[in-house]
């Protein structure tokens, strides 16, 4: 008797980034982890069959508020998870995921940046209180870096 495997878990996980509002053009990004399916699934919102392409605009329009222009970050993947029972108690799981920049959706992601780009430098952003008019959860724009101060003679 051949078991099959079952879908336990299938998500979008990753970074929206864009442009802030304030400072001007400053480069923002912040984390990202949406189901696929299910009662709160970006796919079983609408009343009619979407593509995965609308339900991704959908997605980027709801969650990328304080962005102008947002896209996904770079390493923004489509995971699922997989799932046999072999003996009670044991189980063997298959994980797959999918970039999202090799889908038919690349327009939607900027590939120069990634999550961890706007994580190196707030590590705990919803505590910081820089956070300022960005909503909580949100990751500040990297700080520029610093130059040498020109000695005097």
């Known amino acids: 008797m ?3 495997y079952n879908t336990t878990a299938a998500y979008i996980s990753g970074g929206i980034c864009g442009p802030i509002r304030w400072p001007h053009g400053a480069m923002a990004g912040r984390p990202l982890r949406k189901n696929l399916r299910g009662r709160w699934g970006i796919l079983d919102r609408f009343t009619e069959p979407a593509s995965f392409r609308e339900a991704l605009l959908r997605l980027l329009c709801e969650e990328g508020g304080e962005f102008q222009c947002p896209r996904f970050t770079g390493d923004t993947v489509i995971r699922v998870e997989r799932r046999r029972l072999d003996a009670p ?5 298959h994980v797959k995921e999918l970039a999202l920049d090799r889908l038919d959706c690349a327009d939607l992601v900027d590939e120069k940046h990634h999550v961890g780009d706007f994580m190196a430098h707030h590590p ?3 505590h910081s209180r820089r956070a300022g008019r960005l909503r ?3 990751l500040m724009p990297p700080r520029p870096s610093k130059k ?3 000695e005097r003679d």
């Open 2 to 4: 051949t078991q099959h």
């Open 148 to 150: 040498p101060s020109q």
């Open 124 to 126: 705990h952003p919803r």
């Open 89 to 93: 108690g044991k189980y063997s799981v």
């Open 136 to 138: 909580a959860g949100t």
